[in-house]
């Protein structure tokens, strides 16, 4: 993850069983499936499913469908979409990975370069803060009020309130204001949600040309591609971001906004990992499908902390409650 002025401004996640062909920057060779003109759009085999989405801009518009090319994508596939690829030029042979996206660690370098990569019990723990935050549909203000983001079908819908601020209204709305900007452009980043974005602002009257340039410097690293429009008479403000990663609501949990058995098991082995210690052992008592899934994925706790650990299907645990605790000696058979 990425800190802005010590709040939590990206998070990035790679798993095991993510598909190269779909990260940011991976470099495909691509056959032109199927070319829909009145849409500007093709639709690429890059070979992986789904079809990526090449968008027929400059050399892109003058592609025949069955056309070999090389594409690098721009953004992973959401949930119901492909990836975004962007053309790169001719290719040979069947659909394939040509070169791998960057590596992890360099992307988050990439983010804030110079700065030192901290690890450890300080990074696990402010990974389970971001986590937290990006999943938050209610995020509150300095001074006192909220904001509120909830991604729909269509765009993203922000609403900010005032809360119960104290002093004259109209100063307490163009303070929440000015602080929702700011936060909702970190809390974006975050949530890598892009696409149209529509803020209910806090109050009338509002001062559309210092709320633009407020808006300019919070969002400048989401450019190029972000764009603003004029405030209605409404206090509506529309804006458009790009869309560079997948959701992480999308990567954590599922449609109906449940988190995954497989993120369920990540945190589960994390607590795990924090509880272990210098050379204490750790017994783990958690729903069986959340048990399961961390099955196999701990030989990457076990490469960190050693056997140290095991872990006990319990049909009466909650699989969003699971039972950690240090222990002297094993009170069952067998390990996990």
Known sequence: ???????????????????????????????????????????????????????????????AEGARIEVEVVSPPRRGK??????????EGEPRLLSPAPALIDRLTAFAPGEDIVQGETARGAAEVAEA???????????????????????????????????DARRAAVRANREAIAAAARLLRLKALGGPVVIDLAGKGHDGEALKQAAAAAFAPDQPGAAFGPITRFGLWPLVLPHRAAPIAEILCTAEGVPTDATLALRLLREIEAAAGPGLR???????????????????????????????????????????????????????
């Open 82 to 91: 492909g990836a975004v690829v962007r053309l790169v030029g001719p290719a």
């Open 282 to 336: 750790v017994e783990a008592h958690a729903a069986p499908e959340i048990a399961a899934a961390a099955g196999g994925i701990s030989p990457y706790l076990t490469q960190r902390i050693g056997p140290r650990f095991r872990i006990v299907p319990d049909a009466g645990t909650s699989r969003d409650a699971p039972i950690v605790r240090p222990v002297d000696r094993w009170t069952l058979g067998g390990a996990s």
């Open 133 to 167: 935050e990006a999943l938050a549909i209610l995020h509150r203000l300095p001074s006192g009020g909220s904001i509120s983001i909830e991604p729909t079908r269509a765009l993203v819908a922000i609403d900010v309130d005032v809360g119960p601020a104290a002093g």
């Open 1 to 63: 993850m990425v800190l802005l002025d010590g709040r939590p401004e990206r998070l990035l996640i790679e798993r095991a069983a993510d598909q190269p062909h779909h990260r940011p920057g991976a470099r495909l060779a691509a056959r032109v499936r199927r070319v829909e003109k009145p849409l500007a759009t093709a639709f690429v085999d890059v070979g992986a499913e789904p079809d990526a989405v090449l968008p027929l801009v400059g050399e892109a518009a003058r592609l």
